[in-house]
C-alpha cells in the first residue's frame, strides 16, 4: 500500500486540478507568483534543515561529486527534458486537452528528485515532510495546468499513486540492509538536492538537480566503505 505522503500527493493533485478547471483562471498571477515564492522559500528552509542532519560531510562531498559525474556521464537532466518536449511535441497537434494533460502532469510530477527523496523518507522513516512539501507544489501546479488542459491533470494522480507507491514499498522491502548512518548520510545528500530545488524555485539559479539523483545511491555505499 503506498505511503501518507504518496496518498497526500494525489489527493493535492485532484483537488488542485479541480480548483483549477472550475476557478483557477479568476486568480491574479501575482497571487500565484508570491504562493510559489513562498514554496521555494519553505523548499530551501527544507533542504538546509535535512542537509545539516550529516555526521560526515566527506562522504556528502563524495557522494554529491560522483553522484553529479554518474548523472551528467548518463545525461540525467537533458534525458529528462527530451522525454518532456517529446511528449509535448506529439500532443501538440492533438486536439485532446485530456490527454495532454494526463502525460505533461505525470511527467512533471512523477520526474524528479522530490518524488524519489519523499517517497525514500516515507517508505523508511514514515517521514513524509518532503512529500507533503511536494503535495503543496503539485497542487498548485495542477491548478496552473488545469486552467488550460482540463480534468486530464487529475487523472496524473494515477501515475503518482503507481510510481511513488512503489518506491516507498521498494524502500520498505530494503530498510533490513540500510543502517542508521547510510539513512542520515542519504537523507543529508537529499537535503542538497532539495536544497537545489528551491533555488530552482526562487529563480535564483538553474540548478540541474536530476543530474544528483545517483547521490542517493553513492552515499551509503561510501558509509559501508568507510565502516570498514
Not at 22 to 44: A, E, S, Y
Not at 133 to 145: N, Q, R
Not at 169 to 189: D, N, Q, S
Request: glycine residues 14%.
Amino acid at each position: 500500500m503506498p505511503g501518507l505522503g504518496t496518498l497526500m500527493n494525489v489527493f493535492a493533485v485532484v483537488l488542485g486540478t479541480a480548483v483549477g478547471a472550475l476557478v483557477g483562471g479568476r486568480l491574479p498571477l501575482r497571487v500565484r507568483d508570491t504562493v510559489m515564492d513562498g514554496l521555494g522559500l519553505l523548499t530551501f528552509t527544507l533542504g538546509i534543515s535535512m542537509a545539516i542532519k550529516t555526521e560526515n560531510f566527506m562522504i556528502v562531498l563524495g557522494a554529491i561529486l560522483l553522484g553529479g559525474l554518474t548523472g551528467e556521464l548518463l545525461h540525467l537532466e537533458s534525458g529528462i527534458e527530451r522525454v518532456g518536449d517529446y511528449f509535448q511535441a506529439r500532443l501538440a497537434s492533438d486536439s485532446s486537452t485530456f490527454s495532454a494533460g494526463f502525460v505533461t502532469a505525470s511527467l512533471l510530477f512523477c520526474v524528479g528528485p522530490m518524488a524519489v527523496l519523499g517517497s525514500l523518507a516515507d517508505g523508511l522513516r514514515h517521514d513524509t515532510k518532503i512529500l507533503a512539501v511536494k503535495s503543496v507544489l503539485d497542487g498548485f501546479a495542477a491548478l496552473g495546468f488545469a486552467t488550460t488542459l482540463g480534468w486530464g491533470v487529475a487523472f496524473s494522480g494515477l501515475s503518482l499513486l503507481i510510481y511513488q507507491g512503489a518506491l516507498t514499498l521498494g524502500a520498505g522491502a530494503v530498510e533490513h540492509v540500510l543502517t542508521e548512518p547510510m539513512i542520515r548520510e542519504m537523507t543529508a545528500v537529499g537535503g542538497l538536492m532539495v536544497f537545489g530545488t528551491g533555488l530552482r524555485l526562487l529563480d535564483i539559479r538553474k540548478v540541474r538537480v536530476a543530474s544528483f539523483l545517483p547521490a542517493l545511491v553513492y552515499a551509503p555505499l561510501l558509509v559501508a566503505l568507510t565502516s570498514r
